[in-house]
């Protein structure tokens, strides 16, 4: 058993209110990813889990016990951080046994250990090297090495990919993730890239300023998101969020109206004053005289698989996905139409979805 929860959690440096009342359950064996923009406390939560910063108030408790006045080396945690604070006159197998060396676990237990966790990483070779002479995935793989030997009741992960390129972050993105279902060790991650948390996160967690904006499995958060800020932090390209009112059967923008769908009708009161979110995959060119946009083309995308398209319609900038064989060109007027179905409300004051 060896859920992780906060309860009440405050964190403040001084006088500075970092972290508020923080509420949150980590399930035993859950990969909880915690993601939000850089200062909205992420790492100050995860460093407090691991001891690394006090509470000011309430209480992290690991598998059941109140942690909060645990000694680090007591709380049953392991962490990998992003620069992989490895010993750089210690070989790979001295980096990974030195947790060990230091509790005393006895010579035969470690070498079971080191050569486990050796082969799970794919590094038995790399044993005897030391970390100047491997890459940086490779230095990151001896870097979650250690915190595997250790068997701990949990993982802690602060942006480990940041410093690889693109395409090793995401080859070991995705080793990360398998590595954490074969263990099945309940695993908190921290990251300000929401695409990794949409691919690594059973559930994520989404922060801003401190405060928990939403907690939910990726397709929740992305289909169902609670507020304008999640709308548009999770998703790439960006939900469009456009200013509109209510009137009658349709939403009004300053410079287009579009219907508004029985499923979505009820949510919005006449007159009301909301943001419209529309996802880019559901903005698509439509020839018919019912489509409801018009749009200057400005930039076009090719990506391959789809082509992202920025156009801008009086007062209001959009970005749309198309399909690669739709492509128009910049400085092109071309007509859209939108899933009336998929549109998300929010309201104008508060930004909270209307549901
Ligand atoms: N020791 C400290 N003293 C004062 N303020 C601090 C201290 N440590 C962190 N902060 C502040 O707390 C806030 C949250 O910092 P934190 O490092 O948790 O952010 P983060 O979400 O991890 O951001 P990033 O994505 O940039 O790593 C920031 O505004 C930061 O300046
Ligand atoms: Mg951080």
Redesign the pocket.
Known sequence: MSGLSFHNVA?R??S?S??ENLNLDIHDHELMV?V????????????MIAGL?DVSDGTISIGGRVVNDLAPKDRDIAMVFQSYALYPHMTVRENLEFGLRMRKVPADERARRVASAAEILGMSQLLERKPKDLSGGQRQRVAVGRAIVRQPAVFLF??PLSNLDAKLRVQTRAEITKLQATLGTTSVY???DQVEAMTMGHRITV?RD?KIQQVGTPREVYEKPANAFVAQFIGTPPMNLIPATVIGDSLQTSSFALPLSTKVRGRGVEGQRVIVGIRPEHLHQDSSDRAPIRAAVDVVEPIGHETIVYASTGAERLVAIFDPGATPRAGETIAMSVDAEALHLFDAETQESLR
């Open positions: 964190k440096f001084g500075v970092v972290i915690l939000g923009p850089s200062g909205c406390g992420k790492s100050t939560a995860l460093r910063e602060d942006e921290v990251t300000h922060m401190g």
